[in-house]
Nanobody, 114 residues
């Protein structure tokens, strides 16, 4: 399984950015599919994820600002980020759990300038 994340970059605080993750396998029916992030000097944390029942779960720090979506026909998952803050600066990782193994993408860097 390969996961490729796209869309990171430098953005000003308050602006929006959209990340895209392309999976090499079908994204339909996965146990978990979504995004984590890791800021410098911090542990990796949940951003947003689809659970096996299809419901979305968000990290507390992004609730109300970020939206996760998916297109199973394209095997893609997206993260729409609004009202970005400097504390959102991190490497964002696409994640998939198929019920047996965890898979991580290579990460895409998002830098929010204040």
């Amino acid at each position: 399984v390969q996961l490729q994340a796209f869309g990171g970059g430098l953005v000003q605080a308050g602006r929006s950015l959209r990340l895209r993750c392309v999976a090499s396998v079908s994204t339909f029916g996965n146990r978990a599919l979504g995004w984590y992030r890791q800021a410098p000097g911090k542990q990796r944390e949940l951003v947003a994820i689809f659970r096996s029942d299809g419901s979305a779960r968000y990290g507390d720090s992004v609730k109300g600002r970020f939206t996760i979506s998916r297109d199973n026909g394209k095997n893609e998952v997206y993260l729409q980020m609004y009202s970005l803050k400097s504390e959102d600066t991190a490497v964002y990782y696409c994640y998939l759990y198929d019920g047996l193994d965890d898979y991580w993408g290579q990460g895409t860097l998002v830098t929010v300038s204040s």
